[in-house]
């Protein structure tokens, strides 16, 4: 069954530096998605992204981060100086679309920023 | 504006009894979704159900068993004879149609702590 999947799994930075989460959709999905979990804390919505641009965004979603799909099957999303209140878990979701557009998460990459 | 409440922050129970985990939402859109996901400890997002706004049939599988009800917006879930393997945080979640980006709004999730 074709499934989402997440890399790294675990990422721990410093405060300032850039990192890049990385996602692969699964193959025939059009829309896209990152999401949010600070520890303890709900499933917060980033950003969709849908023909190769932003479609909605969060006011979480800043100057620091960006999201790209940079060769037709990754898509990424960079935070470019991190804070340690960017320390969460971050998920990927890919959809068809259709009415329902049901979405499909990935494991998700914990970040540490220390 | 649309929301998600899961009032219930945390419950526990012994093994083998039933629990209801309570879902209110907020929404202005007459198509909408709504989902269930359970999230063990190793922080997966497992999806449950998913249900849309035009069907208010209750749904049943294996001990799981929602409750959707239009009318006081409420789309409850039921453990029938609960288990250890039960111990999770379960999240709800609403999108909406008419949003365009049928982005997922979550509750703030319940804690489930099944005792053996």
């Known amino acids: 069954e074709p499934e989402v999947t997440q890399t790294p799994s675990h990422q721990v930075t410093q405060m300032g530096q850039e990192v890049i989460l990385r996602c692969v959709p699964i193959?025939?999905?059009?829309?896209f998605y990152w999401y949010r979990q600070i520890l303890g804390q709900k499933v917060e919505f980033l950003v969709s992204f849908y023909n190769n641009e932003i479609s909605e965004k969060s006011e979480i979603f800043d100057d620091q981060f960006s999201v790209e799909r940079p060769d037709g099957s990754n898509f990424t999303l960079k935070i470019r100086s991190t804070k340690l209140e960017d320390s969460a878990m971050y998920f990927c979701?890919?959809?068809?679309?259709?009415?329902?557009?049901?979405?499909?998460f990935g494991p998700g990459t914990r970040l540490t920023v220390l | 504006a649309q929301k998600v409440t899961q009032a219930q922050t945390e419950i526990s129970v012994v093994e083998k009894e039933d629990v209801t985990l309570d879902c209110v939402y907020e929404?202005?859109?007459?198509?909408?979704?709504l989902f269930w996901y359970k999230q063990p400890p190793s922080g997966e997002l497992v999806f449950l159900i998913r249900?849309?706004?035009?069907?208010?049939q209750n749904e049943i599988s294996g001990r799981y068993s929602w409750n959707f009800q239009k009318s006081t917006s409420s789309f409850n879930f039921t453990i029938t004879a609960s288990q250890v393997v039960d111990s999770a945080v379960y999240f709800c979640?609403?999108?909406?149609?008419?949003?365009?980006?049928?982005?997922?709004?979550f509750g703030t999730g319940t804690r489930l702590k099944v005792l053996a």
């Open positions: 193959s025939n999905h059009l829309y």
């Open positions: 249900r849309n706004s035009f069907d208010e």
């Open positions: 979640a609403l999108s909406e149609v008419a949003s365009g980006t049928y982005k997922y709004i």
């Open positions: 929404t202005r859109d007459t198509t909408y979704y």
């Open positions: 979701a890919s959809s068809a679309g259709g009415l329902s557009n049901e979405q499909f």
